[in-house]
């Protein structure tokens, strides 16, 4: 989902970028970081306090284009600040070789969060522009690092040079469009994370249990549960289950004898698909695999 993400992203600007001189569309224009955000500035300071409710966010919690929370630490509150995170704030690491540069998005609705002194706030004025700034931002770290300053081991990423970063700014419809494919992609991406979490949690309070014979799985038929999870999946499924209506119109499914292709069971090509056996793959070409 996420590099489904950066690529409508990329797919907007990246012709744009590559001759400057270019005539821009109709409505499109460049733009500073500075012009498109209200907020530019560094984190707090942190005074961390276990009795306390308040998460900050350090560079290691910004991995892989996500805000990984489970890495924060507790914080001791202090009054209300305008640095504390909003949904959509851009984050950019902005110390040290091997970090700066790194950039992540809050794609969740925040509460008592903060980032320490090493982490750049970007805070878009418009909604509408948040989350393609924060899809450059994840194509553009390269570039990001390279604005550093300092020597090696001692980098710093000035705010002022991240407020005069220059992008280009497609008009408000393409911003829409964009938006109405962005907005559920972050939404699943957020969902996968919190399932994540919770399958974790699962996980390291289960395997003590069986590593230790807590719990005893001996009488478990393995066998049946492992026929029941590959019927789901569509992989050696009685011959029958292809002709019968069992699936789902979005369900993808695995070739009757292999996994390199899928297909929809609502796509023009599944009759053929189903008595044939055929596997169909790029732009309905017939092709025997198997």
């Known amino acids: 989902m996420l590099d489904l993400l950066k690529s409508s992203a990329k797919n907007l600007y990246l012709k744009h970028e590559k001759n400057i001189q270019e005539k821009l569309p109709s409505g499109w224009r460049w733009v500073s970081i500075g012009e498109i955000a209200d907020m530019v500035c560094r984190g707090i300071a942190p005074k961390y306090s276990l009795e306390s409710d308040e998460i900050i966010l350090g560079q290691t919690c910004i991995r892989n284009n996500l805000v990984l929370t489970e890495n924060g630490r507790l914080h001791a509150p202090k009054k209300l600040t305008d640095k504390w995170l909003r949904k959509y704030d851009l984050l950019i690491n902005s110390t040290g070789v091997g970090s700066l540069g790194r950039t992540a998005q809050v794609w969740f609705e925040p509460s008592k969060l903060v980032v320490d002194s090493h982490v750049t706030i970007v805070r878009a004025t418009d909604k509408k522009n948040a989350l393609y700034l924060g899809s450059w931002a994840f194509e553009h770290e390269r570039y990001i690092e390279s604005l550093h300053t300092g020597s090696t081991g001692q980098t710093e990423l000035p705010r002022d040079r991240v407020k005069a970063i220059r992008v280009v700014l497609p008009d408000a419809g393409t911003l829409d469009e ?19 979490k919770r399958l974790i949690e699962i996980r390291d309070t289960l395997l003590p249990k069986l590593m230790s014979g807590e719990i005893d799985v001996s009488k478990v038929d393995l066998m049946q549960l492992t026929n029941n999870h590959l019927l789901v999946r569509g992989h050696n499924v009685p011959n029958r289950y292809w002709k019968e209506h069992l699936w789902k119109p979005s369900l993808i499914m695995f070739c009757h004898r292999c996994r390199t292709c899928s297909i929809r069971r609502s796509s023009n090509i599944w009759p053929k698909y189903s008595e044939s056996r055929y596997c169909q793959l790029r732009k309905h070409q017939r092709r025997r695999i198997c």
Not at 181 to 188: L, Q
């Open 178 to 196: 964009f938006n109405a494919i962005a907005e559920p992609s972050v939404k699943m991406i957020v969902a996968n994370q919190e399932e994540n």
